[in-house]
């Protein structure tokens, strides 16, 4: 049984930051494209950032762009979004997401697995 559990969100004053871990279970985790979701109370769910399964390329949202930094580990099954100068509108439950050997896609529909969430609150 495949499982993405994802960690680390909370509350954080706007300009601080926050690491979220994504650890994968049941699945050839270095075979998997892994992303970052997340969605805000009454919005759609908003790609925010994916690394590739070889771990060489990633890519960004513009509005996160050199504010966010997306990693995988993969002997620890991990990936990870290190997210610095956290604004209000940050504001989300984030999601991990699995795609094998995924060509970098930022439609959630795309994806086969998802973690639970994790919140995180950036107040002003």
């Known amino acids: 049984q495949v499982q993405l559990v994802e960690s680390g969100g909370g509350l954080v004053q706007a300009g601080g930051s926050l690491r979220l871990s994504c650890t994968a279970s049941?699945?050839?985790?270095?075979?998997?494209?892994m992303a970052w979701f997340r969605q805000a109370p009454g919005k759609e769910r908003e790609f925010v950032t994916v690394?590739?399964?070889?771990?060489?390329?990633?890519s960004y949202v513009d509005s996160v762009k050199g504010r966010f930094t997306i990693s995988r580990d993969n002997a620890k099954n991990t990936v990870y979004l290190q997210m610095n100068s956290l604004k209000p509108e940050d504001t989300a439950v984030y999601y991990c997401?699995?795609?094998?050997?995924?060509?970098?896609?930022?439609?959630?529909?795309?994806?086969?697995?998802w973690g639970q969430g994790t919140q995180v609150t950036v107040s002003s």
């Open positions: 049941g699945l050839n985790f270095n075979r998997y494209t």
């Open positions: 690394v590739k399964w070889s771990g060489s390329t990633t």
């Open positions: 997401a699995a795609d094998y050997y995924g060509a970098m896609y930022s439609t959630a529909r795309q994806y086969d697995y």
